[in-house]
């Protein structure tokens, strides 16, 4: 059954990105539940419906852009911060809105000028790597023969492109019935013009940037595993924990940008250009491994997302396998090789 699944994916990639996206940013983590196909079903299609339309467009057209503009890592950093002001901004209002709930005492912990920083810090950085950067890395390891190939066209760019502006206009709408938020106009130019700055940065970047500084790995994959899974609980605690302590906000941005920073170094010295598939697997798994762990914790007295979390590791189980390391046969002394 399974090597059915993956050839089906396979023929698919779209499929395969669509899975991955808004699997990895919204299922695992309970945003969206998937609780919601018994209990409330139209709902559960609703937000499915805007899940795709947003999170699989815009991992597209992330992707469809590195290659038409023939860039790299960078390239995909700067659009996953534009597509996060999309989502957040445009869309969910959470940026602006002390009221919406989801970024709870950093709704007014932080907030200068109607924009929630300390929150919009961890969720911008959340979606560059969970919704952009492991769905395009994971597609490119899983299916490798999608590597370096387009897969749309033009009208597939247009499709798409309409796409993530209906779903984020049909959320704004959503937020404004439930909440009655407007986030005003000068927040929403305000949106719009850091969103184009970061489009025209993007285009702009030397594809050298962002690039891994060796040629063979430095770090093992133990310690990527390590690196990925940690990153984003001690994000929560800089932001859920040190406030109760006094520490002003701006220290807690200046700090989580500094560990931000600092990762991403550690992670281009040591990744390696060449034969580093096994520690982008790692690497990955430790990010997706924590939003399972954090789903679980979620939904402890019914755990609706363990047969997520289920097909999640067998994915990674089968990646993993793939890209192997084959093991070094030790010859006893005086035999030789040949």
Not at 275 to 287: I, Q
Request: net charge positive; with cysteine.
């Amino acid at each position: 059954m399974g090597a059915r699944v993956l050839g089906s994916l396979r023929s698919h990639p779209i499929v395969c990105l669509a899975l991955l996206t808004p699997g990895l940013p919204e299922y695992l983590s309970t945003s969206s539940p998937v609780l919601n196909l018994a209990v409330n079903p139209l709902w559960f299609f609703l937000q499915l419906l805007i899940n795709v339309g947003q999170y699989t467009a815009g991992a597209l057209l992330v992707r469809e852009a590195v290659l038409r503009w023939h860039k790299r890592w960078g390239t995909v950093f700067l659009l996953g911060l534009a597509y996060g002001i999309t989502e957040e901004g445009l869309g969910d209002n959470t940026l602006f809105n002390s009221n919406h709930g989801a970024d709870g005492v950093l709704g007014s912990f932080g907030r200068f000028a109607g924009v929630n920083w300390v929150w919009a810090v961890g969720v911008l950085a959340f979606h560059v790597i969970y919704s952009i950067g492991l769905p395009i890395l994971l597609l490119g390891l899983a299916l490798p023969r999608t590597r370096g190939r387009s897969l749309v066209g033009r009208r597939g760019i247009l499709v798409a492109l309409f796409s993530l502006a209906g779903a984020t206009a049909l959320e704004t709408v959503i937020v404004y019935g439930s909440f009655h938020f407007w986030m005003g106009t000068p927040l929403l130019v305000g949106s719009l013009v850091a969103i184009a700055v970061l489009v025209i940065l993007a285009h702009g970047v030397p594809a050298e940037v962002g690039r891994a500084v060796r040629d063979r790995p430095g770090l093992s994959p133990r310690a990527v595993g390590a690196i990925g899974f940690s990153v984003f609980p001690v994000l929560f605690l800089l932001e859920y924990w040190v406030p109760y302590f006094g520490v002003p906000p701006a220290a807690i941005i200046a700090v989580e940008i500094a560990f931000l920073a600092v990762v991403l170094e550690v992670v281009r010295r040591g990744i390696g250009r060449r034969t580093n598939e096994y520690l982008l697997v790692n690497l990955a798994f430790g990010f997706v491994l924590w939003q399972s762990v954090f789903g679980i914790l979620l939904t402890l007295g019914l755990p609706y997302t363990l047969p997520l979390v289920v097909v999640a590791v067998w994915f990674f189980v089968r990646l993993r396998r793939g890209y192997a390391p084959s093991p070094r046969v030790a010859y006893p002394p005086g035999v030789s090789a040949t």
